[in-house]
């Protein structure tokens, strides 16, 4: 894609490249953007030049691909390289179709065929009670929480210790936000929006929900798509960045429930991963992000603060996920629709929602949040990036804890952008989406020894999932170095070793079938 270059209030600013830097690592106060994102993953290095301030950027300097389809917004997209991937996966989302453009159906769009669609989300509980169940179904996953293979058969118990442990302070949460998640409520009125969407635009489709870890569960939807005959299926997670914790875990198990039946098998579909880039979506950000600074007495002021969920560290630094360069590019290209309304403000980047001893992705949100009241910034903008629903992280994390912790910070004036829900501009460019996917369906299952071997297209969201499984026990340590006293990595040596405890806990409590867990009810009996 061919990016646009930052334009800085000199008129001597310049670069020799048509690709602009995505990233840099030092900040000019000539430029826009006082507050610079963290460095992406990059293939190859070049030096621009902006009013005799040198500023190194990164751009990816590895295949580009034409996608006839993926969006409106660009025809051409670099392809980020991700170790340690051989192949370059494209982080730049657009479709995911067959191994070669030549195998794309030339027949109709719809004729005869029963169009659905799936939208795929996280699920939360809808009342108190539903709060441990829910928690035991996240800590289960094996993307959530990796165990040596050794241990793997203590996925269950210790996701239920852990689950029974969290969920007398995440229903404080829940309670907080009246007694339960809202996402199920939101995410139903966004598929019947959606089909709404559609329809208008020619295209009768029917729209399923599938949540991965609370009701409606994937495998519901997936009875339901049966039993309604849908012969072409579009998969759309909601998660407008990739990440393997997220639409991974989702389409990894998607992938279990297609081999598994013949029906599933000999179903043409296509996967679309992520939408980040679309024309429709960063248009609605932009327009929402323009009301609320509107709210403020100087919104020239205002600092942008766009909040994401945060990952591991490891996931991208050794797994291979593009969550990250996915998400910087994202930022960037709202900014770039802003900058075309005249909004400058500075902005930044930071990731929330971090749990346990390893390191996740940085800057953190609390620290950064505490920073830029060190830095006498008095108006802050909330933005959560990588939600297009509200729930949880949105209403209590950001609403209540974030915003506590600015005031105390030193910041005078808060705000915080909702997040889409049903918002018109993002319905419909998600119907777009949807509609530009279906050429693609009917490469899906050119036979059932090419459908089993795959959900998604070999060297896409496969090639990546694949490189996460074998990397998944091979992921180093995220401290490798024993320190003495109370620091980080200590802090992270003291988790290891109370993680170790319980392990040996769980293994007793398992092969006997005794001890306080078992009287107490914590734990069933597994035997």
Not at 56 to 81: D, F, G, K, M
């Amino acid at each position: 894609m061919k990016m646009k270059t930052a334009s800085c209030s000199s008129s001597s600013c310049s670069t020799s490249s048509t690709f602009p830097p995505p990233c840099f690592t030092s900040v000019s106060r000539n430029c826009k953007f006082p507050l610079m994102l963290p460095r992406a993953m990059c293939t190859s290095q070049k030096m621009y030049r902006c009013s005799s301030i040198h500023m190194e950027a990164c751009h990816p300097s590895a295949n580009y691909i034409v996608s006839r389809y993926s969006s409106r917004w660009s025809e051409t997209q670099p392809s980020l390289s991700m170790q340690p991937l051989n192949k370059n996966f494209s982080s730049l989302g657009a479709l995911m179709t067959s191994k070669t453009t030549q195998d794309v159906s030339d027949a109709p769009l719809i004729g005869d065929e029963k169009i659905g669609v799936l939208l795929l989300n996280l699920g939360g509980p809808e009342t108190l009670e539903d709060v441990q169940p829910f928690l035991f179904n996240l800590f289960a996953d094996p993307d959530i929480i990796r165990l040596p293979r050794l241990f793997r058969f203590l996925q269950k118990p210790l996701a239920q210790f852990i689950s029974v442990a969290r969920a007398p302070k995440s229903k404080e949460g829940y309670a907080s936000i009246g007694g339960g998640s809202p996402l199920r409520q939101i995410t139903d009125a966004q598929a019947e929006e959606l089909r709404k969407s559609l329809w208008e635009k020619n295209v009768p489709a029917k729209v399923y929900v599938g949540m991965r870890y609370w009701h409606p569960f994937t495998e519901e939807a997936i009875e339901l798509i049966k039993r309604d005959g849908i012969s072409k299926l579009v998969v759309l997670p909601l998660y407008p960045q990739f990440s393997i914790s997220t639409s991974g875990s989702s389409l990894r198990l998607l992938e279990s429930i297609f081999r598994e039946d013949e029906y599933l098998v000999n179903m043409q579909h296509t996967v679309i991963p992520s939408w980040y880039q679309r024309e429709g979506y960063i248009k609605a950000m932009a327009n929402l992000i323009e009301e609320e600074l509107k709210k403020f007495d100087c919104p020239e002021k205002v600092m942008i603060f766009f909040s994401a969920h945060g990952v591991p560290l490891a996931y991208v630094e050794e797994a291979g996920d593009p969550y990250k360069a996915e998400m910087e590019e994202c930022v960037d290209l709202i900014m770039e629709e802003l900058e075309k309304r005249k909004i400058i403000n500075a902005y930044t980047l930071a990731y929330q929602s971090r749990v346990g001893p390893v390191e996740w992705l940085k800057p953190y949100t609390d620290e950064t949040i505490i920073e830029l009241g060190k830095r006498g910034v008095k108006s802050l903008l909330a933005v959560p990036i990588s939600f297009v629903s509200e729930h949880i992280e949105t209403l209590e994390e950001i609403d209540v804890e974030y915003k506590e912790l600015a005031l105390k910070s030193g910041i005078e004036k808060w705000g915080r952008v909702p997040a889409l829900g049903c918002e018109p501009t993002f319905i419909s460019d998600l119907a777009d989406a949807v509609i530009e996917s279906l050429p693609y369906v009917g490469a899906m299952a050119v036979s059932n020894l090419e459908a089993r071997q795959s959900l998604v297209p070999l060297g896409s969201v496969e090639e990546l999932l694949a490189a996460y499984d074998s990397k998944r026990s091979e992921l180093p340590p995220p401290v490798t170095v024993w320190e003495w006293g109370w620091t980080r990595s200590a802090e992270t040596w003291n988790g290891r070793a109370a993680m170790l405890a319980v392990l040996v806990l769980l293994v007793l409590e398992v092969t006997t079938g005794q001890g306080f867990l078992h009287q107490w009810g914590i734990l069933p009996s597994f035997r």
